[in-house]
């Protein structure tokens, strides 16, 4: 009986990658009167949270995916999902009291958009204006975000919340660079 439990646990951790997108984190307010831009871009609902017991195995499954991807654009797309996930279960896990889980969070979700303009740089043609637009609003999202979250937290969570907040501003300004690339010589800069 505990193998069918087990299996039955294991096959809906991996059967169920990212289903539940439906959901949105709505409660974190603009950081000033320009960030209500950014409130079109919608955060999916990141699932099971890093202070889940089988969080790990949620973890597995995700390296199990990127290992199976080769396309760099579906590459992409995943790591912004990554990304999306992790900024939202950084924002929970302040409004559950866990700053130094949702800091962890919030570096790794970022670390995720940092491995997005290597990706962009293995394809082939420059990607189309509409994922930038895309990149763009979710790491102005990803900011506005954060910047309720240093207004939530306290002391050195605060500042490291602005460091998290620095490297992603950091990568929006890679991701703009990479956009304004002259689509004519991509392959030459490629």
Do not use: C
């Not at 080769?70 to 950084?90: M, N, R």
């Not at 002391?155 to 660079?177: A, D, I, M, P, R």
Request: glycine content about 4%.
């Amino acid at each position: 009986m505990k193998k069918y439990l087990f299996l039955f646990l294991l096959i809906a951790v991996f059967a169920l990658p990212g289903s539940v997108i439906a959901k949105t984190i709505d409660d974190q307010q603009p950081t000033s009167s320009k960030s209500s831009v950014f409130s079109n871009y919608e955060l999916p609902y990141p699932g099971m949270l890093p202070d889940s017991p089988l969080y790990k195995i949620k973890v597995l499954r995700d390296k199990l995916i990127l290992f199976l991807i080769t396309e760099p654009q579906k590459k992409v797309e995943f790591h912004l999902l990554q990304a999306d996930k992790g900024i939202s279960s950084a924002s929970m896990l302040l409004n559950k009291g866990n700053p130094s889980l949702a800091i962890q969070t919030a570096l790794k979700a970022e670390h995720n958009m940092t491995l997005i303009p290597e990706q962009i740089r293995l394809m082939q043609v420059k990607p189309s204006g509409s994922m930038f637009d895309k990149l763009i609003d979710a790491s102005k999202k990803h900011q506005e975000i954060l910047g309720g979250m240093i207004k939530k937290a306290e002391g050195n969570e605060q500042k490291s919340l602005k460091q998290v907040l620095y490297f992603s501003q950091e990568n929006l300004k890679t991701l703009e660079k990479y956009e304004m690339k002259n689509p004519k010589r991509w392959n030459e800069w490629n």
